[in-house]
Every structure is written in structure tokens, then in C-alpha cells.
């Protein structure tokens, strides 16, 4: 067990670029999940997946925002045409299917948009 | 909808004091309610956990009671050390089984030698 894991661990990117975010799930958990986390504040819940269906979606996941898990495995969280306000640490989590599973995080994405 | 409300910090203690982290929440049903740690640096790490009323979660001589009448998980130590500064954030997830962790902002705490 590897634990979640995610890549790259920080980016510095100028407003407006375009980012991508990969997360590897612990390998037998079919729940997969984004959330973004600033600093002094508790996670924000933006999507999650089981298996490769997108379940749901946070209001707070605009339509610059964009998330895919082609195949149940791994998954990508895009940011088009970054904002200084999307600078955060975006976390993945992974989870077996059932009510009161644990969720296991990695250890995040920091993004800082400048 | 779902919500968690945990004491503001920061919280400073000296070295075998004693700890209690303030949370109460608001949610449908029966929600699970955990406890979820962040050393500096590091992701979010499970603490403890508690799935049904009168529960209590434990580790790492942490506890937290799962209290229905109150609506509270209130995180406990009965001696703190150096090695548990760190931010401390309480969660719930919905009965359904089918909704996403809903967390609060997080308690930091340092504790003193």
C-alpha cells in the first residue's frame, strides 16, 4: 500500500496558464476525491468519483475547473486560465465504496498563480 | 445542509496539559464524524472516528465521544506532547454513505517543552 499519491507536489504558474493536477489512488479504493484547501481554512469538498463516474460537483468547481478519471484509476483535476484566487493546495483522497469509510489524503498540490 | 463548527485557535499548551478541542455539527440522520490531524508539511492524516451515538473514537491517546444530544465530538488528551502540535480538523460525512467529507477550519495547536 503506497498510499495516495499526487504529482507535482507544488507549481508556480502565471495567471491565465493552464495546469494539471495527477492524483494515484490507494489501488483497491474505487472512491476518488478533489478538494482544495487555503491557508487557515478546512478542506473544501469540489468532486468526487466512483469508479470513473463524476458523482458530484461543488458549486465552488467553475467551468475553468475540469476533473476526469478515464479509467477508475488515476485522475486529472485541470485549472484553465488560472486566477490568483485559485492559489491553494489541492488535495486528493481515495476510499473504499460504503457508508462511514475511511478517506486517505495525500499529501496535496500546492498552486500558487501569480 | 451538513456543516462542522470546531473552536477557533490558535491553542498553546504547555507539555502534559490537558486538551479538549471544541466541535459540534449540523446534519440530517446519522452522519459519521471524524477526526483528521495535519502535521507541518504533511497531508491529512485520520486521527480517529466514531459511526454511531455514544461512540467513542480513540488513538494516540486522543478520544472523542460521539454525543447525539449535543450534537458534539469534542477531541481529547489528557497530556499533550511536543510531537502533537499540529492542526486538527473535525469532518462528518452524510448517513447516505454517499456524500463527501464536509470539514470544519481547523484548530491549531502548539504545545510548549
Known amino acids: 500500500d503506497t498510499g495516495v499519491s499526487q504529482d507535482p507536489r507544488h507549481k508556480i504558474t502565471k495567471r491565465g496558464q493552464n495546469v494539471t493536477f495527477r492524483c494515484d489512488p490507494i489501488?483497491?479504493?474505487?472512491?476518488l476525491y478533489w478538494y482544495r484547501q487555503t491557508l487557515g481554512q478546512g478542506p473544501e469538498f469540489l468532486t468526487y468519483?466512483?469508479?470513473?463516474?463524476?458523482?458530484?460537483k461543488s458549486r465552488l468547481l467553475s467551468d475553468r475547473f475540469s476533473a476526469e478519471r478515464p479509467k477508475g484509476s488515476f485522475s486529472t483535476l485541470e485549472i484553465q486560465r488560472t486566477e490568483q484566487g485559485d492559489s491553494a493546495m489541492y488535495l486528493c483522497?481515495?476510499?473504499?465504496?460504503?457508508?462511514?469509510?475511511?478517506?486517505?489524503f495525500g499529501e496535496g498540490s500546492w498552486l500558487t498563480v501569480v | 445542509g451538513n456543516s462542522v463548527t470546531q473552536m477557533e485557535g490558535p491553542v498553546t499548551l504547555s507539555e502534559e496539559a490537558f486538551l479538549t478541542i471544541n466541535c459540534t455539527y449540523t446534519a440530517t440522520g446519522y452522519p459519521s464524524l471524524f477526526w483528521y490531524v495535519q502535521y507541518p508539511g504533511e497531508g491529512l492524516q485520520l486521527l480517529l472516528k466514531?459511526?454511531?451515538?455514544?461512540d467513542k473514537g480513540s488513538n494516540k491517546g486522543f478520544e472523542a465521544t460521539y454525543r447525539k444530544e449535543t450534537t458534539s465530538f469534542h477531541l481529547e488528551k489528557g497530556s499533550v506532547q511536543v510531537s502533537d502540535s499540529a492542526v486538527y480538523f473535525c469532518?462528518?460525512?452524510?448517513?447516505?454513505?454517499?456524500?463527501?467529507?464536509?470539514f470544519g477550519k481547523g484548530t491549531r495547536l502548539s504545545v510548549i517543552a
Open positions: 469532518a462528518l460525512s452524510g448517513s447516505s454513505g454517499n456524500t463527501p467529507l464536509v
Open positions: 489501488s483497491e479504493h474505487n472512491r
Open positions: 468519483f466512483q469508479n470513473e463516474a463524476q458523482l458530484e
Open positions: 466514531a459511526t454511531k451515538a455514544d
Open positions: 483522497a481515495s476510499s473504499p465504496e460504503g457508508v462511514s469509510a475511511t478517506i486517505y
